[in-house]
């Protein structure tokens, strides 16, 4: 099988000379090869491919993507913000600021939040008394 990848590798344009380039492409990559530079971690490289979108945060501190929910600070209530994830891996978002990344958006978790106790303090209105509302008024005609 890989003698036939050479074999095709040999008869495509790569090994063919180029007009502009009055040389074969490869022989042109390859008088240059020693110019190349490589990464020590890979994995750095990684956020310089992520896809970018802007999403406005909502009252709650989250912001909707693909149908799905994601909490951000609170400072950026009614903000406009940019977003940056991984389309393989998208349970995982970054909020950028200036090219910086700033915070990491996680799911909204539905089971944590409905077992989240709230401070249910209301304040007690009194009843609405009709006879001090009239009595301040005059009988009149």
């Given amino acids: 099988m ?14 063919r000379q180029h007009s ?17 530079r490589t990464v020590s971690d890979p994995a750095s490289l990684d956020p310089l491919f992520f896809k ?6 909502n009252p709650d501190a989250t912001i909707s993507l693909n149908n799905r929910l994601y909490e951000v600070p609170p400072r950026y209530v009614g903000q406009k913000i940019e977003v940056r994830f991984d389309p393989a891996a998208a349970d995982c978002l970054y909020s950028y600021e200036n090219d910086y990344c700033v915070a990491a958006a996680r799911p909204v978790s539905f089971t944590d939040n409905a077992r989240a106790k709230r401070n249910r303090e209301t304040q007690q ?14 009988k009149g005609g």
């Avoid at 590798?9 to 090994?15: A, G, H």
């Fill in 52 to 57: 970018r979108v802007f999403r406005k945060v």
């Fill in 125 to 138: 209105i009194p009843p609405i008394s009709f006879e001090s509302l009239f009595s301040g008024q005059q």
């Fill in 20 to 36: 502009a380039l009055d040389a074969c492409p490869l022989d042109v990559f390859m008088a240059q090869a020693h110019k190349l």
């Fill in 2 to 15: 890989l003698y036939f990848a050479m074999a095709s590798l040999r008869r495509c344009s790569i090994n």
